[in-house]
C-alpha cells in the first residue's frame, strides 16, 4: 500500500496485480456483481466441491450404495479431512477429530476437560465469548449442578484464573471485533493456575495462523463453514493435545468413537486417541464438502493467506478512515492488523440498516447486535479492489442517507 | 402370495404386476445388476435428491450465499424436514426436531429424560439394544456419577420396571432380529411404574407405521439414512410428547436451541417446544437431502409401505424355506410378519462368508455379528422378483459352496 498521498483505485488494482494468490479467486464460484464479505459467516463455494459432492451423490451413494462406506472409504473422511485441517492450526493429524457441530464439540471437551481437573469446578470465560460456547457451558453447568460458569471482561481473566478453575474458554478471535486473543500467553496462564484451556478458533481456523502444539495448548474446536469454506453448516473440528490422549473422556460415547464399531459390543471402549470424539456415524456429504473447502486453504499455505489477509483489512480501514470520516463509524477491531483476525468491524448507531443498504448495493457483511457492521476479508477470493469497492458504497450508503430507506429497518430472521 | 404349491418366479412376477407402489422405484437411482437388500443400512438414492443437492450446492449456496439462510429458507429446513417426518410416527410437526445424529439425541433426551423424574437414577435397557444407545447411556452414566444403566433380557423388562426407574431406554425394531417391542404396552408400562419411555425408532421411521400420540409416547429419537432415505450419515429425528414441552432441559444448549439465536444473548433461553432441541448450526446439505429423503415416504404412504412391506419379507421367508431347506439357517426374525421390522434375518455359523457371496453376485445385505445375515426390504423400491432372486442367489451361493472361497473370509473394515 503506498504509504503517503491519498488512495485511489488504481492502488488496488496495483496491489491485485501483484498479489501473489491472486489466482485462486478463480478456484471459486462466485456471484456476478457481489463483493462478499462474509466468508467469516459463510465461506464462498468453492468449484471443485460442487463435482465432488455430485460425485459422492450420484456415484458413490447412488451407485456404489452401501459399500462405499469401505470401497469408497467413507469410513475414513473424518480422519482424513483431521489430516487436512490439523497443520492449519499447528496440531499432528492424530489430534484432530472432525465430528457434529462446534457447539457439541465444546461439550465433549469441556466435561472431558472438567474431568481432567477433579475438585475444580469452574468454567472461566469472558461475556463476550460466542454465545454458543456460553450456551454449553451453561448446559453442561445445569446438568451437573455443581459447576460454575464465571465470566469475567476481557481485562481481568487473567486475575481470575484462581485456583477453583478447571478449564479456560476462550474464543481466539472475537466474532464482533476479530480482536485476537494471547493464545499462548493465557494457556500458559492457565497452566500456571493449574487450569486446562479450551480454544474455540471458529474465526482463526483458515484465516490466522495458529501454533496449538507450540503453545502447548490442551483443548480446541472449530468451524468448518467459516474461512474453511465446508458449506453451510459443514461439521466441526475438535483438537486435544496427544498427552491427553489416554484420560480424556467424551460424554457423548457413541457408536463410532467406539475402539471396534462393529464388534456391537454392549460395553463402550473408547476408540484411541481423539477417535473417541467420534459419535454417530459421520455425515459423509456434508464431510466431502468440507474436505473439498478444507484442501482451498491447505493448497494455498496459511502463511501466504494470513499476510494478503492483514493486507486487506489494512487497506480497508485506511480507506473507510480516507472515505469515510464524516459519517461517525468508529474502529470496533484493533488498528494493527496483527491484533485483528481476517476482519474489520466498525461501529455506528444505524449498523443494522446500513449494513442492509449496503447488501441492496450488492456489498455483502453483516450486523452484529448491538451497533456492529462486521466485514470479513476470506484472503482466498478477496481482491484488493473489493476492499476498494465495498468503501466506495459505504461512503454513496452514507451520502445518500440510503440506509434511511423504510425497506432496511425491519430485521430479518437471520441477522 | 399363492397358499398352495410350489412358488414359481411367475408367482413374484405376478405380484409385481399386481403392486400398486411398482412405480414408485422409479423415483430412485439404483445400479443395475443388483438386488439391494440393505435400505434398512443405507437407504438407496431418490432421483430429486441428485437434482436438489445440485441446486443448493450451485444456486443457494454459491449464488446466493449466506443471504439463502433467508431467502431459500435454509433456517427453516430443520423444522420443514420435521414436519414431514411427524406424520409418519404419529407425532405432530410441532412435537419433532431434525438435527444432530441419533446418537446426540439419545444424550440429549436420556439427559432431558432422568431430569424430569428426580430421585430415580436407573436407566433400565436391554442387552440387545443397539450399542450405540447403550454407550450415550454408559457415557451419561459416567458423567453424571449416579446414574445406573441397567440391562436386561428382553424378556424380563416390565419386571425390571421398578420404582427407581427414570427412562425406559428401548429400539422399537431390534436390529438383528427385526423384531418389534410392544411400544404401546412398554410405555404404559413405564408410565405404572412411574418412568418415561425412550424409543429408538431408527429401524422403524419409513418402514413401520408408530403412533407415537396414540401409546402416549414420552420421548424418542430416529434415524434419517435408513428407510427416510436421507443419505450417508443423515441427520436424525428427536420427538418430545407436547406435555414435557416446557419442562424438557436439553443439556445440549447450543444457539440454534435459543429462543433469540441472533440477539447474541449472553444467557441460554430455551426456544419454546422442540425448537430447544437444535444446538449447532443446521447442517443444509444434509438436511436438503434429508427432506427429499423424506418425501418419498411420505408420497408414497406409510400404511401402504407397511403393507408392501410385511408381503415382501412374508414372501422372502416362504422361499428360503422352500430354496434353502437344506443349508442349516434358522429364521432369526419373528414368524409373524406383524411382529417384525422390514427386514428378515437368518441364522448360520457361516453368515459372514454367505453375506460376501451374495455380494459378489449383487444381492447385498448385511452381516451382523455373530451369525446373522440381515436382509432389508425396503418397500419403496423393492420388487417381489427382488425377493425370489435373492433366494435364488442364496440357494447357488450354498449348493456351489461359493462362501468358501478365501476371497470371502477376510473381515472388512465396516461389516
Same mark, same amino acid.
Given at each position: 500500500?503506498?504509504? @503517503?498521498?491519498?488512495?485511489?483505485?488504481?492502488?488496488?488494482?496495483?496491489?491485485?496485480?501483484?498479489?501473489?494468490?491472486?489466482?485462486?479467486?478463480?478456484?471459486?464460484?462466485? !456471484?456476478?456483481?457481489?463483493?462478499?464479505?462474509?466468508?467469516?459467516?459463510?465461506?464462498?463455494?468453492?468449484?471443485?466441491?460442487?463435482?465432488?459432492?455430485?460425485?459422492?451423490?450420484?456415484?458413490?451413494?447412488?451407485?456404489?450404495?452401501?459399500?462405499?462406506?469401505?470401497?469408497?472409504?467413507?469410513?475414513?473422511?473424518?480422519?482424513?479431512?483431521?489430516?487436512?485441517?490439523?497443520?492449519?492450526?499447528?496440531?499432528?493429524?492424530?489430534?484432530?477429530?472432525?465430528?457434529?457441530?462446534?457447539?457439541?464439540?465444546?461439550?465433549?471437551?469441556?466435561?472431558?476437560?472438567?474431568?481432567?481437573? !477433579?475438585?475444580?469446578?469452574?468454567?472461566?470465560?469472558?461475556? $463476550?465469548?460466542?454465545? @454458543?460456547?456460553?450456551?454449553?457451558?451453561?448446559?453442561?453447568?445445569?446438568?451437573?449442578?455443581?459447576?460454575?460458569?464465571?465470566?469475567?471482561?476481557?481485562?481481568?481473566?487473567?486475575?481470575?484464573?484462581?485456583?477453583?478453575?478447571?478449564?479456560?474458554?476462550? @474464543?481466539?478471535?472475537?466474532?464482533?471485533?476479530?480482536?485476537?486473543?494471547?493464545?499462548?500467553?493465557?494457556?500458559?496462564?492457565?497452566?500456571?493456575?493449574?487450569?486446562?484451556?479450551?480454544?474455540?478458533?471458529?474465526?482463526? $481456523?483458515?484465516?490466522?495462523?495458529?501454533?496449538?502444539?507450540?503453545?502447548?495448548?490442551?483443548?480446541?474446536?472449530?468451524?468448518?463453514?467459516?474461512?474453511?469454506?465446508?458449506?453451510?453448516?459443514?461439521?466441526?473440528?475438535?483438537?486435544?493435545?496427544?498427552?491427553?490422549?489416554?484420560?480424556?473422556?467424551? !460424554?457423548?460415547?457413541?457408536?463410532?468413537?467406539?475402539?471396534?464399531?462393529?464388534?456391537?459390543?454392549?460395553?463402550?471402549?473408547?476408540?484411541?486417541?481423539?477417535?473417541?470424539?467420534?459419535?454417530?456415524?459421520?455425515?459423509?456429504?456434508?464431510?466431502? $464438502?468440507?474436505?473439498?473447502?478444507?484442501?482451498?486453504?491447505?493448497?494455498?499455505?496459511?502463511?501466504?493467506?494470513?499476510?494478503?489477509?492483514?493486507?486487506?483489512?489494512?487497506?480497508?480501514?485506511?480507506?473507510?478512515?480516507?472515505?469515510?470520516?464524516?459519517?461517525?463509524?468508529?474502529?470496533?477491531?484493533?488498528?494493527?492488523?496483527?491484533?485483528?483476525?481476517?476482519?474489520?468491524?466498525?461501529?455506528?448507531?444505524?449498523?443494522?440498516?446500513?449494513?442492509?443498504?449496503?447488501?441492496?448495493?450488492?456489498?455483502?457483511?453483516?450486523?452484529?447486535?448491538?451497533?456492529?457492521?462486521?466485514?470479513?476479508?476470506?484472503?482466498?477470493?478477496?481482491?484488493?479492489?473489493?476492499?476498494?469497492?465495498?468503501?466506495?458504497?459505504?461512503?454513496?450508503?452514507?451520502?445518500?442517507?440510503?440506509?434511511?430507506?423504510?425497506?432496511?429497518?425491519?430485521?430479518?430472521?437471520?441477522?
Amino acid at each position: 500500500m503506498p504509504s @503517503t498521498g491519498r488512495l485511489t483505485r488504481a492502488d488496488a488494482e496495483a496491489m491485485d496485480a501483484a498479489d501473489e494468490l491472486a489466482l485462486l479467486r478463480g478456484e471459486f464460484l462466485l !456471484p456476478g456483481g457481489i463483493v462478499y464479505l462474509d466468508g467469516n459467516s459463510l465461506g464462498a463455494l468453492p468449484r471443485r466441491t460442487a463435482e465432488r459432492v455430485r460425485e459422492v451423490v450420484e456415484r458413490e451413494w447412488g451407485r456404489d450404495l452401501i459399500r462405499s462406506w469401505n470401497a469408497n472409504g467413507w469410513i475414513d473422511l473424518p480422519a482424513r479431512v483431521a489430516g487436512l485441517v490439523a497443520p492449519l492450526i499447528g496440531a499432528s493429524a492424530d489430534e484432530v477429530a472432525v465430528a457434529d457441530s462446534t457447539s457439541v464439540n465444546v461439550f465433549k471437551l469441556l466435561a472431558g476437560g472438567l474431568r481432567l481437573r !477433579p475438585g475444580r469446578r469452574v468454567v472461566l470465560s469472558e461475556e $463476550a465469548n460466542f454465545p @454458543t460456547d456460553l450456551y454449553v457451558a451453561q448446559g453442561l453447568s445445569r446438568l451437573l449442578g455443581d459447576v460454575e460458569l464465571r465470566l469475567v471482561p476481557r481485562g481481568s481473566l487473567r486475575a481470575a484464573l484462581g485456583n477453583d478453575v478447571a478449564v479456560l474458554l476462550l @474464543t481466539h478471535v472475537d466474532f464482533r471485533t476479530g480482536e485476537i486473543h494471547d493464545l499462548a500467553g493465557l494457556t500458559r496462564a492457565a497452566h500456571d493456575a493449574g487450569a486446562l484451556a479450551l480454544w474455540d478458533l471458529a474465526h482463526s $481456523a483458515g484465516a490466522v495462523p495458529v501454533d496449538l502444539g507450540g503453545c502447548e495448548a490442551d483443548l480446541a474446536v472449530g468451524c468448518g463453514y467459516k474461512y474453511l469454506n465446508g458449506g453451510p453448516g459443514a461439521p466441526a473440528f475438535a483438537f486435544v493435545a496427544r498427552r491427553w490422549h489416554s484420560a480424556l473422556e467424551t !460424554p457423548l460415547s457413541g457408536w463410532m468413537g467406539h475402539a471396534s464399531p462393529f464388534a456391537f459390543d454392549t460395553r463402550y471402549e473408547p476408540a484411541g486417541g481423539v477417535a473417541r470424539l467420534l459419535c454417530g456415524t459421520p455425515p459423509v456429504l456434508s464431510l466431502a $464438502a468440507l474436505e473439498c473447502g478444507v484442501e482451498t486453504v491447505a493448497r494455498a499455505g496459511i502463511e501466504g493467506l494470513r499476510r494478503k489477509s492483514m493486507a486487506l483489512t489494512q487497506l480497508f480501514v485506511a480507506l473507510v478512515e480516507q472515505e469515510c470520516r464524516a459519517f461517525g463509524f468508529a474502529l470496533a477491531s484493533p488498528r494493527e492488523a496483527e491484533r485483528r483476525g481476517s476482519q474489520v468491524s466498525l461501529r455506528h448507531p444505524k449498523a443494522y440498516a446500513i449494513v442492509q443498504a449496503l447488501i441492496a448495493r450488492g456489498v455483502v457483511g453483516d450486523f452484529r447486535t448491538p451497533d456492529i457492521l462486521r466485514f470479513g476479508f476470506a484472503p482466498l477470493y478477496l481482491r484488493f479492489t473489493d476492499a476498494w469497492d465495498a468503501v466506495a458504497a459505504l461512503r454513496e450508503v452514507m451520502e445518500n442517507r440510503e440506509w434511511q430507506r423504510p425497506e432496511h429497518q425491519a430485521r430479518a430472521r437471520v441477522t
